[in-house]
C-alpha cells in the first residue's frame, strides 16, 4: 500500500470486511518485525454502543487482532482514553471490548490513567500518554462522523484519546485546531482503519447516525481527513486542523491524486440500521429504491449540507437514488443508477461533495 492509497470495502459482514482490507494493504509487511508492539487507537469517546454513531464497531478490532495473531504478531494493546467526564474502562464495556479482550487475550489500556510526558510538536509542547508513545506501530481506528466544533472528526482529532486529561482540556481552551494539528507531528498514525459504518451526521457523541456500511484504510492522516470531508459534502480547506495539519509536513490534501480502490463490485446490502429523526428528515426528500448504503449516506449528508444553508425547502421533487432506477427515466436522480433520468449525477457512488453542487446547481 503506497501514501496515497485509499482502499474502501462495503458489507457488512465487518470483522470479515476488515480481514479483507488487511490482506489487500498488506499490513504484516507493513509492520515488519513480528515482536513489535502494536497500538489499537479505536474511538471511545463516550460509553455507548457503536450503533448510536460515535464509537469504533467491536468487529473492526476482532478483524484487526485476528489478522495480526494469525499473521504471528502478539504484542497487541487496545489504548484509548474517553473525554473528559466519561469513563473509559466503561465505554470498553459499552463496546463489548472487554470479551474482546478476554476472548483474544489482548490487553486493554485505559489512557485516562497513564503517565505522560511533555514532547516538542512542532513548536508547540504537547503532552503525551506514555503508553501510546511507547507503541512501534500504532492502528488508527477513527469513526468518519460529523462533530460541531471541528465540523468533522476522523483520524487526525482521534488522536485526542492519547493525551490525558488535562491536556484535553487545554486543547479546548486553545479551539482545538491548532493544538490538533500539532499532535498530529507527535502522536503515531502508521496505518488508518476508519469505521464508516453509521458514523454520526454531525455530533460526537452519536445519535443520529448515518448507515454507510463501509471500511476504510489510508497511511496517511491527512488525505485521510481530506477524503472525509468530501464524502460528507465538505471541502478539506474549510477544516482548520486539517489545512494547519499539512503545512506542518504531516500528511498531504491532495485528494485528486489520491488512488482509490474499491474492493467489491457489487456495492449493495442489506442495512440492519434504522434511520432516527434528523436523518429520517433528511430522508423525505429522497426516493429510494434498492440504494446501496454507501450511496443513500453520502445523499443524507450532501442535504445536511444544503440544510446547514436554509435550501432544503417543502414543494421539491424527491431526489431518486438506487438500482431500482436503471434503466428507468425521470426527472432527478443522483449515481449511475438514474444515469437515463433528464438531470442525473455520475458516479457509483458520487461523492456527497459532488451531490452538493449539483443538487444546487439542478435541483434548488
Ligand atoms: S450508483 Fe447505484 S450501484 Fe452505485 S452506489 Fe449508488 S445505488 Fe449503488
Not at 513480528?34 to 476482532?62: F, W, Y
Not at 494493546?77 to 489482548?106: C, H, K, L, N
Not at 459504518?197 to 481530506?226: H, Y
Request: aromatic fraction near 8%; glycine fraction near 10%; include cysteine.
Amino acid at each position: 500500500m503506497k501514501n496515497n492509497d485509499i482502499l474502501i470495502i462495503h458489507g457488512t459482514d465487518y470483522k470479515n470486511m476488515t480481514i479483507r482490507l488487511l490482506e489487500q494493504a498488506g499490513l504484516a509487511d507493513l509492520i515488519g518485525d513480528r515482536k513489535k508492539k502494536i497500538g489499537m487507537k479505536p474511538n471511545l469517546v463516550v460509553a455507548k454502543d457503536p450503533s448510536q454513531g460515535a464509537t469504533t464497531h467491536g468487529e473492526l478490532l476482532e478483524g484487526v487482532i485476528c489478522y495480526l495473531q494469525n499473521n504471528g504478531f502478539r504484542n497487541i494493546t487496545i489504548m484509548e482514553g474517553s473525554w473528559v467526564g466519561d469513563s473509559t474502562p466503561a465505554a470498553f464495556r459499552a463496546a463489548g471490548y472487554d470479551r474482546i479482550s478476554r476472548q483474544y487475550g489482548v490487553e486493554l489500556k485505559d489512557l485516562q490513567a497513564d503517565t505522560w510526558k511533555t514532547y516538542d510538536a512542532a513548536g508547540m509542547d504537547i503532552r503525551l500518554c506514555d503508553s501510546a508513545a511507547e507503541v512501534d506501530f500504532m492502528i488508527n481506528m477513527p469513526v468518519l462522523k460529523g462533530h460541531c466544533q471541528t465540523t468533522v472528526t476522523c483520524a487526525l482529532k482521534n488522536n485526542k484519546g492519547v493525551i490525558p486529561n488535562s491536556e484535553k482540556r487545554r486543547f479546548h481552551t486553545m479551539g482545538l485546531h491548532k493544538p490538533i494539528a500539532h499532535l498530529n507531528t507527535v502522536a503515531r498514525n502508521d496505518f488508518i482503519l476508519v469505521d464508516n459504518i453509521c458514523g454520526d451526521l454531525d455530533f460526537e457523541e452519536g445519535g443520529n447516525p448515518v448507515v454507510m456500511n463501509r471500511i476504510l484504510a489510508f497511511l496517511d492522516p491527512v488525505l485521510c481527513d481530506s477524503f472525509v470531508c468530501e464524502s460528507m459534502g465538505y471541502s478539506p480547506e474549510e477544516v482548520e486542523y486539517i489545512t494547519r495539519a499539512e503545512q506542518l509536513g504531516v500528511g498531504s490534501m491532495d485528494t485528486s491524486s489520491a488512488n482509490v480502490v474499491y474492493l467489491n463490485e457489487d456495492l449493495s446490502d442489506k442495512s440492519k440500521f434504522h434511520m432516527t429523526g434528523r436523518v429520517k428528515k433528511l430522508a423525505s426528500y429522497t426516493d429510494g429504491r434498492d440504494a446501496c448504503s454507501a450511496c443513500f449516506g453520502s445523499l443524507i449528508y450532501a442535504l445536511d449540507r444544503l440544510q446547514d444553508r436554509g435550501e432544503l425547502k417543502k414543494g421539491l421533487p424527491p431526489v431518486a437514488i438506487g438500482q431500482g432506477y436503471k434503466g428507468q427515466s425521470g426527472n432527478i436522480g443522483v449515481g449511475q443508477c438514474t444515469s437515463c433520468f433528464a438531470k442525473s449525477l455520475k458516479g457509483c457512488p458520487p461523492r456527497a461533495l459532488d451531490m452538493v453542487e449539483f443538487l444546487e446547481k439542478e435541483w434548488l
